[in-house]
């Protein structure tokens, strides 16, 4: 697709968030103990990251003046952070 949509100056990107905190995830934990008993079974709560980390990683690459050269790629919403935001 990234081949096809280059001659018409468009980018073709894979994004992929980490472990999403969805609705689900947060009405599951309405309040900050139930939250801390979910991380001690499963570790992966405490880094999770909201719709709106993955929405800033695409208003990012979106803005990014040099995104033909990432054409074809795929990224992480953080990796895509840590470049973006650091």
Known sequence: MA???????????????GFLRSEIMLERSRDRSQLQDAVKKDPNYA??????YAGRAVAA?????????????????WAIGRVRFL
């Open 47 to 52: 880094t999770s990251e909201t719709p709106l």
């Open 3 to 17: 081949y096809e949509l280059r001659r018409k100056n468009v980018a073709a990107i894979a994004l992929t968030p």
């Open 61 to 77: 690459l979106a803005a990014d003046p040099n995104i033909m050269k990432k054409s074809g790629r795929a990224f992480s919403s």
